[in-house]
C-alpha cells in the first residue's frame, strides 16, 4: 500500500475521533526490508523510520542518513545492556526500555557523551512470559526509577498479545501513561494503527502495510 494511504487513513480516524489531524507519527517501520523498498519512501520524503535490530540498523542507516537528510531513526525493539551505547549513537527515540539495569546504563552513558536520545518505557501489557516489557505492577516504580536518573522519558509503548483484542491493552497503556503523567503513546501496527490512535496513540509503527511483507527467507 502506497505511503500515502496510510497517511490518508491515519488523517481519517483522526479527524473521526476528534484529534487534531497529523497528531500521530508514523514510524515507517523497515527492518528486514530491501534497501530499494526504502529508499523509495525516503524519496516520497518520509523521515521517520523504525528498527528492531541494532545489528542491522548499524549496516544501513549511516548510509541512508548521509544520502537523506533529517531522519529521524527509533528503535523499537529490545536493547541489550551490550548494545546501549551504541544503540545511542545511532536512534534519536528507543522505545524499549523496560528494566532497571537498562535504565542505568543508558543514564551512565548520557552522563559520558553528554546526549541521550528520547525515551519510551515498553510495558509487556499482556504480561506474556516471551515478550520484553516491564510488568504493569512495577511501572510506576520503574517511572520513579527513571526520573531520578533524570532520563528524558516520554512516554510508554507496547506490543499486544496476538490473540487478544489490541483496544484493551491500548487502553490500558493510555491509563499507565495518564496516571505517570507521560503523554506520548508508541502503540498500532500495521493490522490495527486505526483502534492504537482511537485510544490516543501519538507514535504508530507501521510496517509491512508501507512496504511489503517482510521475507525473512
Ligand atoms: C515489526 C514491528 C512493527 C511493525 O509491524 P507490521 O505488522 O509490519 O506493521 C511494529 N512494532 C514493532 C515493535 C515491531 O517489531
Redesign the pocket.
Known sequence: MPLSDIQDRIAKEETRVGRDVGSTHLIA?S?VQPVERVVAVLEEGHRVF?E?KVQEAAGKWPDLKAQFKGVELHL??PLQSNKTRQAMGLFDVI?SVDRPKLARAIARISDEEGHCPKLFIQVNTGEEAQKAGIMPDDLDAFVVECRALSLPIVGLMC?PPVEEEPSLHFALLAKMARRNGLDQLSMG???DFERAIAQGATHV?????IFGD?DYG
Open positions: 517501520v527492518k523504525g528492531n523499537i525493539g522505545h506490543i501496527m500495521s493490522s509503527r507501521v510496517g509491512s502495510a517482510r
